[in-house]
């Protein structure tokens, strides 16, 4: 029954910022998904007898992938899969199953934000017992195997039924089919006063929240509509397709300008929201106002503890380095511990492991906690209802007065999409050689305080992860960084993120871009960007 067979390695396997993300025809290649796969369980010991947990975004050839780690992981002595039902799971669903049923580890199948289709985006990615993302340490042995691997081995058990709840045995292993949302839905209500939020519902307050057609439809659906009572309706574009509606799924201010252009209408309801592929990311957008994902980081620590799970306060707070200060502002007046990580929620898992953190965020649209070990899209919008619903005013008034007793941080984020490879590269090198020299030097009126390259050091297994952003810092604490993606497909792309610091509440309602202006100009004259990629403009600002 277990058939080993003859591979050559792929080149081209290395995990990026959130697993091993490529074109589905790429995937399709013969033997790619089963030299990855194999990779993974080679890049793993001890395993043998114990579950895995399996379940991905519903995009286009997940179905297919399931089937094929049904197989390879039978052949590779594992005891139980645990496989959401139709191959479903979120991201944090996912996460807290790997958890809840003290699995081994977890395959997700996810290419998250990116679009999904025939010609479109796929991802694996492997999370470890803890239920967060394989640390640097396991991604790099997994990009070792699957550079020298021979041979893979898996098990004829046939196309397993992934849509029938209930336990079959196949390939000595057994699979075991799981409500995807079941469990994730317990784990909110455990958080949250789910009572209250019912109450902020029946008093009127509407929500519009948007699943981008993607996987968080089913647990809004039962969380908003089903459990606490939101008006039917509440959810949109609920149904996960396998090209998520031919858009993109992600949550920002151009792919779900629909949603921006309805929270900025006069008819707008008190909140909106949405959440990307895999249900990891949040957007939030109040009446007339969309919160920066970093503003929004540093209110939910402001006011966390409205939440039964967070009463007794944060241990610390943890957000990744091109993230906005707005939060290291909070965790300075509660008098708790701040933490800069490289981008990626990797890094998150053991500051919360060793429960230095307990809130953590980054920049691109994730939040989350120690309730699990990935950033998690409906959690993060339920403690915003939590707040709503108990400070009893409307975003607008909650993120103003944020400003006022905080300070506002300005910020923004320019993407330059699919550039070709060999100029985004040059541009990082030139930057790099030229860091050196900028101390002192000024732009623009703005004068340069420190340049350098970030590195990590891992407080607590003390590993050093180099080269994670390029940070130039100004007199006053404005601030640019410049890094290439870690999870595009096609060419690269280059993100650069602006922020100033503004004290003074008097200049708290200037347009974002037009406050970043100066800085803007001055990231140009340093770095060359419209040189370097040939564009006068970026293809994203959020
Ligand atoms: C991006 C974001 C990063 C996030 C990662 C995965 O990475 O910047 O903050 O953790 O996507 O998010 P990069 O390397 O492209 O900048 V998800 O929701 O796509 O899994
Ligand atoms: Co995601």
């Given at each position: 029954?277990i058939?080993t ?7 081209d396997?290395?995990?990026?910022t959130?697993g091993l993300?490529?074109k ?9 998904v089963?030299?990855f ?9 001890g395993?043998?007898g114990?579950?895995?947990v399996?379940?991905?975004?519903g ?5 297919e ?7 390879i ?6 005891g139980k899969?645990?496989v959401?039902?139709?191959g ?15 699995a081994?580890?977890?395959?997700i ?10 010609k479109?985006?796929?991802?694996i ?13 396991i ?9 020298t691997i021979s041979?893979?081995?898996?098990a004829?058990?046939g196309g397993?039924?992934?849509?029938k709840?209930?336990?079959v045995e196949a ?16 784990l909110m209500e ?5 009572n209250?939020?019912r ?18 439809g089913?647990?809004?659906?039962e969380i ?8 039917d ?5 609920f149904?996960?397709?396998?090209d998520?509606?031919?858009h993109?799924p ?7 300008k629909?949603l921006?252009?309805e ?15 895999d249900?990891?990311?949040?957007l939030?957008i109040g009446k007339?106002?969309?919160?920066t994902p ?10 966390a503890?409205?939440a ?8 610390g ?7 906005s200060?707005?939060a290291?502002r909070v965790a300075?007046k ?7 990580t490289p981008?990626g929620?990797?890094?998150?898992g053991?500051?919360l492991d060793?429960g ?6 980054e920049?691109?649209?994730g939040?989350?906690s ?15 209802l ?6 009893g ?7 103003e ?5 905080y300070?506002?941080n300005?910020?923004?984020?320019h ?7 060999s ?7 030139e930057?790099?050689?030229k ?12 004068t ?5 390259d970030f ?5 607590v297994?003390?590993?050093?992860s180099?080269?994670?952003g390029i940070?130039?810092?100004?007199k006053?604490g404005?601030?640019?960084?410049l890094r290439l993606?870690g ?7 280059l ?9 003074d509440?008097?200049?708290h309602?200037?347009?974002t871009?037009?406050?970043l ?6 990231a140009?004259?340093?770095a060359?960007?419209r040189?370097?990629t040939?564009?006068?403009k ?5």
């Amino acid at each position: 029954m277990i058939r080993t067979v003859p591979t050559k390695p792929f080149d081209d396997q290395k995990p990026g910022t959130s697993g091993l993300r490529k074109k589905v025809p790429e995937f399709q290649q013969p033997n790619y998904v089963e030299n990855f796969v194999q990779s993974i369980f080679d890049a793993l010991d001890g395993f043998a007898g114990k579950t895995l947990v399996l379940g991905g975004d519903g995009r286009f050839y997940n179905r297919e992938v399931i089937q094929k780690v049904l197989a390879i992981a039978a052949a590779n002595g594992f005891g139980k899969v645990m496989v959401g039902q139709g191959g479903i799971l979120s991201t944090p669903a996912a996460s807290n199953v790997i958890r809840k049923y003290k699995a081994f580890g977890g395959i997700i199948l996810s290419a998250s934000h990116n679009p999904g289709g025939p010609k479109e985006d796929f991802g694996i990615k492997y999370n470890v017992e803890n239920g967060g993302p394989a640390p640097e340490k396991i991604t790099n042995a997994i990009f070792a195997k699957s550079k020298t691997i021979s041979q893979y081995r898996i098990a004829d058990i046939g196309g397993i039924d992934i849509d029938k709840p209930g336990t079959v045995e196949a390939g000595g292993m057994t699979i075991e089919v799981i409500d995807p949302v079941k469990d994730y839905a317990e784990l909110m209500e455990s958080l949250f006063d789910f009572n209250a939020l019912r109450r902020l519902f029946e008093s009127g307050f509407r929500m519009r929240f948007d699943s981008m057609h993607a996987v968080t439809g089913p647990y809004a659906k039962e969380i908003f509509e089903r459990r606490l009572g939101a008006a039917d309706g509440t959810c949109r574009n609920f149904r996960p397709l396998p090209d998520f509606g031919g858009h993109h799924p992600d949550p920002n201010l151009v792919h779900a300008k629909h949603l921006y252009d309805e929270m900025m209408s006069p008819a707008a309801p008190d909140f909106g929201a949405a959440s990307d592929g895999d249900g990891d990311r949040n957007l939030i957008i109040g009446k007339g106002i969309f919160v920066t994902p970093s503003d929004s980081l540093a209110l939910l620590c402001a006011n966390a503890t409205v939440a039964p799970a967070y009463k007794k306060g944060l241990a610390g707070i943890a957000r990744s380095m091109p993230t906005s200060g707005a939060a290291d502002r909070v965790a300075e007046k509660l008098g708790i511990g701040i933490y800069e990580t490289p981008t990626g929620w990797k890094f998150f898992g053991n500051l919360l492991d060793a429960g230095m953190a307990t809130i953590c965020g980054e920049e691109s649209s994730g939040t989350g906690s120690n309730h699990i070990r990935e950033k998690d899209g409906l959690w993060a919008v339920l403690l915003w209802l939590s707040i709503l619903a108990a400070r009893g005013e409307s975003v607008k008034e909650i993120v103003e007065k944020h400003w006022a007793t905080y300070g506002r941080n300005y910020y923004s984020r320019h993407d330059y999409e699919e550039v070709e490879a060999s100029r985004a590269n040059a541009l990082i090198d030139e930057l790099r050689g030229k860091l050196a020299s900028l101390p002192a030097t000024t732009v623009r009126g703005l004068t340069v305080e420190k340049a350098d390259d970030f590195s990590y050091h891992d407080p607590v297994d003390g590993s050093v992860s180099e080269h994670q952003g390029i940070r130039i810092l100004f007199k006053g604490g404005s601030r640019l960084v410049l890094r290439l993606s870690g999870t595009g497909t096609v060419g690269a792309t280059l993100r650069l993120y602006i922020e100033r610091y503004e004290a003074d509440p008097a200049k708290h309602d200037i347009e974002t871009q037009e406050a970043l202006a100066d800085l803007i100009a001055a990231a140009d004259d340093i770095a060359g960007i419209r040189k370097h990629t040939g564009r006068d403009k970026p293809s994203v600002i959020t």
